[in-house]
């Protein structure tokens, strides 16, 4: 049951995209919250709304020093239209780290801002769309320090991504403060016969989600004596107990098989005494008490 | 007894079976897809919940052992080998080898008297004979000493040497020493050197050399002394040598002397006082003597000796008595060294001459011998030390070529009928096989090559054709009715125990099994599998036997290819439907070196005669092989090749072949795994490489995808994918309330798992706060991460199978201090919404649309972790034709056995006190362990001794698969994870269902008779 409910936990998660536009509220960081993944579901339907918060699109991040546990960091969405052009800045992340429960840092309330497509860009993804190429993104590996390890890619076919305006998805998979892989599409299904199709606007509507790891589940009876959790009820043990029946079948069956021909023993003695009595058939009379039986079982 | 067995979607069929030998048995759940079935078959699901509620097992009465089942014993590739002929009332060899087995073989017929494996991390160092009736080996660099019982193999006795630290490990077990009632052994191992009781192991004295530094080349103990001489070298340019008491370990004299030109690999004892060695430059000889307790060193330049010579000469380790051999470029040359410390050039060989050790025959004679490879013939000889000139014995022996080279030889004489010295050789020759010479034959021969499988892939054999029939010509009649009254005798339990064993026979004998032709169940098969030096063997899944080897060219040692590896073994030609005339090939790809970047090696080898048909040689590097899904006019199968800059070569390299690439290029995708870095990437085909000549068979490619692991919190150590060829029978699960879920089935799932830095160690390395196993499961064309999770205080190894849409996966639990499996399994909830019969009808539902990858996968998971007693070498999962019989886990056991266990076990739906509906569903109550049920090892009774791998391939028979494990030994078996509920067995009887048949008959007519009979009278009454 337990098991359902977490399935049912997850997939709800994953499922639900909300297409609020959230702005800078602060009771959206679950605080201490000690949940096993921290989704966080936005959408900016129109970049140029946002891109004046952050204007300057450089690699750099930068902290306000007002306290430890609640600094803000950013880093850079990057793109690659083709595979001769170079990776580009495309849009810039902001959002707060905060300590986690089990140490270390973790990142929330993670914001997105779209840069606008320039002129050339639109000429690319023109081109890339006439292609059936692919649109390549990155992000940085260690969002402290961008000119990390590597950089992490995605890639999807260009041709999934027009809807009206250009929809895409991003779901970013943390491990403390490092990411490790970005999966990058569009919102919804990509058709495999990519049709070519020019979207009417040229700006991004961007949804992202922040994931992190998730516990493996383990039914809790047994993992009391493992990892302490403690389940009050002995509802887990009594189902266990199985009915008399389910018990004592291999005995019931002889005895009741014992009794019933018993039973059929007992009821043959009066027939018997009864078909002795009226003399109808002497010669089976005559014969011995055992043959009597069979015949009348056999009768039946 | 009537079973009601399986019935399965396609056709829900009720039969009776019936048999009298039942081991208890198992009904499986059924895997309907349509739901409508599901209310028509309610009734017998309830019949069969009541059945399966019993445990399924496989297993098998004692005489069914060989019917289907064949197990070879092998030993590998031999190191060393002592004789043992004095004496014991059977003669053998003791011989230790690159599998770290230690083995006693029979010297008349080379059969195995006993063998111990020991693990991989224990290499056989030494081994020799002490006292006559113990074996001594020396492992693990010299820190473990083990005396085995020559006649049955027990251990008698083993000691623990811990030095300080690493070094040569040598052993001298003295002939006739006594110290105290005692034969010491004496040991050098981590830089000390210790005396140890032969008797039972104790350590008698040490001497601590880690103080000099001095790192000891050989233990010497001449004849009658007891001082024990440790000769060595420190720091590269000073040889010294000790002098140590055998009684009390006690210092007597040390000597050293200095020599700046450095030396060279090992110093080689000639006599029991003089030595000689290399100098760093291998230019000068270095002959050192000791006399009075001075060291003497006599310099001679190799080129003074030896006119003509041109470096990389070596000192040859084969230990001759007064000369030693040298091997340059061209040639081996024998040199005697005389007492006034000269040497002398004696005689000069070829160089691809073996040659042994000496071997003493009476005092002051001593003999060794030569082996020299000539044209499908070896020519063995054997001379006396003092007496070069002439061969004291001379033997020519045809030699099959797929044997290749002579590697070793080790001599052992005996006295003939006629009171001369006979002379007997062991050889080792390159496909590591051993053979047995006496009188200029070969007395066996062992194929132990196969004991070091590393890929394993199978072949259909030729198809049967009228009026060539391979098979021998039918029995007679009367033997057949005898055959069959014999076994009716069986059945009924009337055989006297030598008709059961006459019985026995005709079933492991039956033609049927080895024939060479295709059958119709698809039982015979050849197995092809490719070993670690290079050779090819076809095995027969009937019987085990090898129908043809061969010594890979491409894989041989040669200038080009200086040290050649197997990596991977390919079907490369399977003849369908166009192609029926072609034999079907096998594509094997080398590597000539230790490094990812050395060049490639391939040879394309017909699978029915083992020809060679293509030998490329040395090309481009290769680092991955990929088998791609398409296949040419010819049923060649396509490949792609990506060598170390990550370029993708193409074959075969034909223009049609070229041109089908090119069509499907843009949906070709690959990914590559750094572990070492953290790092998975994705990669797809962009253009033609440019490397200044035009070559349409290479591609470049580029990077679409990366998923970087922080190297401060995860490192890769095991990463699994689908087998390429499964095949799923339906998309849809049924699970209870008629409901349906929809597996997430692609090919493209990547099991990744990751540990904590500090976990990546042995278990108990770590404590359970610092370690963390995560696992992850990647769509490989678009590098998302699908599905993520983390086992808190966790560690590996792991070891995982991936099938169908679950991977279970096998871990240490450092909380609960178990092992423990886990399951995942992912279903697509983009399709969940097509349960309505009514939209299906109508046809509006989308499980005909093409899947993209890069559609946002909706998916759901479900897992569960079950704690599992034991340790695990390998996991693998049955494979049938048309994957509808339910599954069985294929575990490799730390005890070298194959568990199969029920993939229901390691249900993740499992729950403590399951529903009504999940009952009939099959769905077992959750239980804290997975059960081990002695039955279900299929191996049964044997062992596979070091178990590395487990391969299943479908059989044609639906309710079939065929399970082939290596390791030293080799396994195979056939399976049926639902009971064979499409045919019946082999042994079943049919001449007691006609007797049956017939006798009702009779029954029938016989009462019919008797009830008129008694209408008559009742009418006459």
Redesign the interface.
Known sequence: MLLLLFALLISSNSAFQSDELLLDDEEFGLEGGRSPSIDLTLSSPSPPIQSHVHIPPKPTRKRSLDSESDSRVQFVLEHALGDSSEFSAAGTFTARLKASANGGQILTKLRFSRNDLTATEKEKFKKLLEDDDFYRIRLPSDVLNASGRDYVISSVKARCLPKDGLEEHIIIHMEGVNILAVSYGSHGACQHPRKLRFPSKWSFNSHTILKYNDQAPRTPTFSEDIGGVEIGDDEGVKPLERSFWAKYWMYLIPLGLIVMNAVTQAMNMPEEQASGAAGAQPQQAVGAGPRGQNAAVRRR | MIYCSNHDPPAPLFFLYSSQRNPATDLEQPKSNLIAMAMAIKLSLLLLFFLSSLIPTFSLFEDQVGFMDWHQRYIGKVKHAVFHTQKAGRKRVVVSTEENVIASLDLRRGEIFWRHVLGSNDVVDKIDIALGKYVITLSSEGSILRAWNLPDGQMVWESFLSGSKSSKALLTVPANLKVDLDSPIFVYGGACLYAISSIDGEILWKKDFTAEGIDVHQLLLPDGSDVVHAVGVTDLSQFDTYEINVRNGGLLKHASASFPGGISGEILPISSDKFVALDARSSILVLISMKEGQIDLQQTHVSDLIHGSSGNTVILPSKLSGIFSISTDTFIAFIKVTNEGKLDVMQKVDKMVVVSDALSLSEGEQAFALVQHGDSKIHLSVRLVHDMSSNHLKETVKMDHERGYVHKIFINNYVRTDRSHGFRALIVMEDHSLLLLQQGEIVWSRDDGLASVIAVTTSELPVEKLGVSVSKVERSLFEWLKGHMLKLKGTLMLATPDEVAAIQKIRLQSSEKSKMTRDHNGFRRLLIVLTRAGKLFALHTGDGRVVWSSLLQSLRKSDQCTDPTGLKLHQWQIPHHHALDNNPSVLVVGRCGLSLSASSAMSIVDAYTGKELHNMGPAHSTVQVISLPFSDSTEQQLHLLIDADKRAHLYPRTPEAAEIFQRES?NVYWYSVEAEAG?LRGY?V?SSCNLGVPNEYCFET??????????E??RIIATVTRKANEVVHTQAKVIADEDVMYKYVSKNILFVATVSPKASGPIGSATPDESLL??HL?DTV????LH?????GSQGPVHAVLSENWVVYHYF?L??HKYEI?VIEIYD??RAENKDVLKLIVGKHNLT????S???P?V??????Y?FTHSVKAISVTSTAKGITSKHLLIGTIGDKVLALDKRFVD?RR???PTQAEKEEGLL??T?ALPIIPQSYITHAFKVEGLRGIETVPAKLESTTLVFAYGVDLFFTRLAPSRTYDSLTEDFNYALLLLTIVALVVAIFVTWVLSERKDLQDKWR
């Open positions: 843009e790092i797809g962009k580029r990077n679409l995808w990366s998923i970087v692991f922080p190297s919190s995860e995560v696992v990647v678009t590098g998302r991460i993520r999770m983390s086992h808190s639990n909380r609960a886990s909830q983009s649309a093409p899947v993209s890069y559609s946002r909706e759901t998971t479900r897992s569960q972790s704690f993740p729950s403590l006190n109550p959750l804290d």
